[in-house]
């Protein structure tokens, strides 16, 4: 199949809440878009050294689609990251301009960037430059609670997925092949 991308004009997606299938939305943009014959890059901010199901399958797809993992296997302390937490959130973000400006890839997931941005990783001023210099082609998509008022403004399509009951509650953890 042949990706025409004179046709196509990429828009900026947020999936954001506290609901649980935020990057699972993600996935499933990309599944659909290699079924098309489009090229899919994905970085995972904060997320680093888990055998998630994604990037195993990522690997047998490649290199149609690509996960790149960019932070530690431990949660990331928000009133106080971690001087590691902050330099590879600024690494993955160094990698993000450089795929999207490429132009080699028709969809970039910067999967966890609002928590990122929330976190004091990122600046926001520095996600919103990217938004606006992104080529036409390029459909982005931000994954991540608490995006921010400006990033939802510059977003073509934004959907928050809210948590109405989830088993964590019930003390039920992470399963394989579900949550990781």
């Given at each position: 199949m042949e990706r025409n991308r004179e046709k196509s004009k990429g828009m900026i997606q947020v999936y954001t809440g506290t609901g649980k299938g935020k990057t699972t939305a993600a996935l499933g943009l990309a599944m659909r878009a290699l079924g098309h014959g489009l090229k899919v890059y994905m970085i995972q901010f904060m997320k680093g050294n888990i055998r998630y199901g994604e990037v195993e399958t990522a690997r047998r797809l490649s290199p149609n689609v690509v996960i790149k993992q960019m932070g530690r296997e431990t949660f990331v302390n928000r009133d106080n990251p971690d001087k590691i937490d902050i330099e590879l959130a600024q690494k993955a973000f160094e990698l993000?301009?450089?795929?999207i400006t490429?132009?080699?890839y028709d969809i970039v997931v910067l999967d966890?960037?609002?928590v990122a941005v929330d976190y004091g990783l990122i600046s926001l001023e520095t996600l919103l430059d990217l938004l606006d210099s992104?080529?036409?082609?390029?459909?982005l998509i931000l994954t991540g609670r608490d995006a921010k008022k400006e990033v939802i403004e510059r977003a073509h399509l934004v959907t928050e997925m809210v948590e109405?009951?989830?088993?964590y509650g019930e003390g039920i953890h992470s399963r394989?092949?579900?949550e990781v």
């Open positions: 993000a301009k450089e795929v490429s132009g080699e966890e960037i609002n992104r080529p036409p082609h390029v459909e109405v009951k989830h088993y394989k092949g579900i």
